[in-house]
């Protein structure tokens, strides 16, 4: 494979002579005497250089300093060599990635960027490198040089960029079988938290006349780090940049400020390919001649015992794309566009966007696969598009489904131009929200009349997106602490659907029946629950536990249905009886008296917060400090999003609300933002928790923006290699 020639010959390549090494260090020393680093009181990096290329450098240089192992864990993943270092479990991770991420073709659009990308990738490049040199302490558990063709792997900052098409688990195993799937570990992806939030408020809904922007993804925590960028070559943005790139994902610059929330547009294809065999040779069919199926050789190396071993795999290809699997009996190939050049391109020239109509430029490269787009500006002006690159298929295609790869009929037309994708520039409600729902209701329901093919917009509506409505409609004169209030709401609305029904449940089933008594006084407390989860109310806990297992039974539900969380809800009841709602929520407290003799357990009492220190994946312990958290999950219609794994009778937060900020575009940038706990890794700083109790109560740090407030709060002003 041409990944495998191409590490050895980096490796030959590193063995340069001593002269050439001192070389290279004095280039990359003076490279960092033209970049300074001013950390602030929160330990928040702002990194201004001479030109863009140095505030890379300095960016990396500063990722590195937080977190080198977030670094070089998202290329050990790209480049799909994670069992090497983790064991055979991965080997199923590693093969899909080196499927769906072709190294040789990042290589070459290395190569052929402009000069002025190569020399962003190539300060990637040296700033980890001499992150490195200036810390021998330092580790890798894997990559001990980074190429400058790196980040071309890695082109979109969404949090599962990857783009699969519908495979499914068993179509990979029918084609890889049980030596590559058994093993196959989930862990990480399992993390991904349901949904983000975006909110975009204009000047006639603002007490200040500005135009206002809500940043909140849902991500692993700690997936993303909070940056500011700054070079005499016009660069000055702000926000949250993912670990081992070098570009703001989702925040802000002094002229706009964009928020990307996950799409389910269908913007990738599976084809089933007729192959046929002759010999040693494969062919498939397509549009009535036989064609050569691509093969090519995949070596898996992986850890066990304190080995490296090796797996030879055999992997073919179409012009569609890899195959991927076997579904009743057909190969089954994915066309996406999970990595390119202009992707790439596309992430870097939105961050230097002054208004809106350059911004529509940058989306006009349509190389984002896999999120939609909230935008505000300093002008006044408001806009949402509903994903980015979504292919044009013939109207008769359903591309839910595989499409037949015997056929050019089945070919994508072309790429939807910007203005033909389902966008709202500027509504007349004065507000746009997306949270993972349908772009029709972005300002209310039915904001868009204008018919599109269904594929364009699979979503639903969910119970976050209706609250957003309501709290957004009501408020006439917004401030920027009320926008993160109602960003930060611990409002639940399932319990508007899920919590009457109970009820009455009750009063009809309960009411003279004895057999319930022991729930008489729970219910006492849900009459009167305000619905809001809290650290102290003791019906949160109930309820939500409820609620948890009421909607996690295992009913089958219509595939139409999967993407409306409100629809998918009415379906679940619908199919529960009465008797089931009741006797869950017995079950419920007989297990809660069970583990604590009494079923009064506050809310914050088993739903925590304990920071985690530098390990990739959290590791708990009830013996650490730990903080009560109110928050609930995204699934429950909570627009700050809190999702937990259980340890020793605990639950622990691991993903929704990470990097979140508020912004107003007035005459000068007024912002707030909060960080997953603190800015470090390591519990003996006091930026390791300084954010803890923010981050949970919803109380947002001041943004130093300018640089006579970032002076003014600077903690420590160095150059990289000089701390």
Same mark, same amino acid.
């Given at each position: ?37 001013? @950390? ?60 769906? &991420? $072709? ?46 063709? &790196? ?17 499914? %688990? ?73 670990? !081992? ?79 991927? !699997? ?22 870097? #020239? ?24 909230? &935008? ?17 298929? *013939? ?18 037309? *072309? ?55 309501? #709290? ?32 009455? $449940? ?7 029946? #004895? ?8 219910? $006492?407390?849900? @009459? ?23 909607? %996690? ?102 993903? !929704? ?17 909060? %960080? ?17 109790? @923010? ?13 006579? $407030? ?14």
């Amino acid at each position: 494979m041409r990944l495998l020639i191409y590490f050895a010959l980096s490796i030959c390549l590193g063995c340069s002579s001593s002269s050439q090494n001192e070389n290279e260090i004095d280039s990359l020393k003076r490279q960092a005497e033209q970049v300074t680093i001013i @950390r602030d009181d929160w330990g928040v990096p702002h990194i201004y250089g001479k030109t863009d290329a140095d505030a890379v450098f300095g960016l990396m240089y500063a990722q590195c300093e937080e977190s080198f192992e977030r670094v070089e864990r998202n290329y050990i993943e790209k480049l799909g060599r994670v069992s090497e270092v983790e064991g055979e479990n991965y080997l199923l991770q590693d093969l899909e990635m080196q499927l769906l &991420y $072709d190294t040789a073709a990042a290589i070459e659009d290395y190569k052929k960027s402009p000069q002025w990308l190569q020399a962003l990738l190539r300060a990637f490049s040296n700033g980890i490198h001499y992150y490195l040199y200036k810390h021998p302490e330092v580790k890798p558990s894997l990559l001990t040089k980074f190429e400058p063709w &790196y980040p071309l792997l890695f082109t979109d900052g969404a949090y599962i960029a990857t783009q699969t098409g519908g495979l499914q %688990s068993t179509d990979i195993k029918t084609l890889f079988g049980e030596e590559i799937t058994k093993h196959t570990n989930t862990a990480e992806r399992q993390l991904a938290a349901v949904g983000s939030n975006g909110f975009a408020i204009s000047p006639s809904r603002t007490a200040d006349k500005s135009t206002m922007l809500y940043i909140n993804p849902h991500v692993s925590f700690y997936f993303r780090t909070e940056v500011h960028m700054i070079s005499e070559e016009g660069l000055n943005t702000y926000g949250a940049v993912t670990w !081992g790139q070098f570009f703001v994902f989702q925040g802000f610059n002094e002229n706009c400020g964009w928020m990307h929330t996950s799409s389910a547009v269908d913007a990738s294809d599976l084809y089933e390919e007729k192959v046929v065999k002759k010999n040693e040779n494969v062919f498939y069919e397509y549009d009535g001649s036989l064609r050569p199926v691509t093969k090519k050789l995949v070596t898996l190396f992986y850890s066990k015992e304190g080995e490296r071993k090796n797996k030879l795999l055999t992997t073919y290809a179409t012009h569609h794309g890899p195959i991927v !699997g076997i579904r009743n009996g057909r190969w089954l190939s994915l066309k996406a566009n999970n990595r390119s050049l202009p992707g790439l391109l596309q992430s870097w #020239q939105r961050t230097k966007a002054k208004n809106l109509q350059e911004f529509i430029k940058v989306l006009e490269m349509r190389s984002n696969p896999s999120t939609n787009t909230i &935008y505000a500006d300093n002008k006044g002006n408001i806009a949402y598009w509903h994903g980015n690159f979504i292919p044009v298929r *013939d109207s008769s295609i359903d591309p839910a489904y595989p499409l037949d790869g015997t056929t050019s009929k089945t070919e994508w037309k *072309d790429i939807f131009s910007v203005n033909n994708l389902i966008h709202v520039i500027n509504p007349p409600q004065g507000f746009i929200q997306n949270c993972n729902s349908t772009p029709f209701s972005v300002s209310g329901l039915n904001t868009i009349n204008k018919k599109y093919v269904p594929y364009l917009a699979p979503e639903g509506d969910n119970f976050r997106s209706l609250y957003a409505i309501q #709290q957004l409609s009501q408020h006439k004169k917004l401030t920027l602490d009320q926008l993160i209030d109602i960003g930060y709401s611990h409002y639940l609305p399932v319990f508007d659907t899920l919590l009457p029904l109970l009820v009455n $449940d009750f009063n009809v089933l309960a009411k003279d029946n #004895q057999q319930y008594d022991e729930l008489r006084e729970v219910f $006492d407390s849900l @009459r009167t629950w305000n619905k809001y989860s809290s650290v102290s109310s003791v019906t949160s806990t109930v309820a939500i536990f409820w609620a948890y297992s009421i909607l %996690s039974q295992k009913i089958s539900v219509p595939n139409e249905i999967i993407n409306d969380q409100i629809k998918f809800v009415s379906w679940i009841v619908r199919n529960t009886t009465s008797f089931i709602r009741l006797q869950t929520l017995s079950d419920i407290i007989k297990e809660l008296q069970k583990a604590f003799n009494t079923w009064k357990i506050p809310w914050g009492d088993l739903n925590r917060f304990q920071r985690t220190s530098g390990s990739w994946q959290p590791q708990f312990d009830k013996t650490r400090e730990d903080f009560p958290v109110g928050l609930a999950s995204a699934a429950l219609g909570s627009l700050p999003s809190y999702e937990t794994v259980w340890h020793q009778g605990k639950q622990y937060g691991v993903a !929704g609300n990470s990097f979140v900020a508020a912004v107003s575009f007035g005459p000068k940038i007024t912002a707030k933002s909060i %960080s997953t706990g603190g800015k470090s890794f390591s519990p003996s700083s006091k930026h390791f928790t300084d954010q803890a109790q @923010r981050f949970i109560d919803g109380k947002l740090k001041d943004v130093y923006f300018y640089k006579e $407030d970032v002076t003014k709060h600077a903690e420590k002003i160095y150059h990289p290699g000089d701390e």
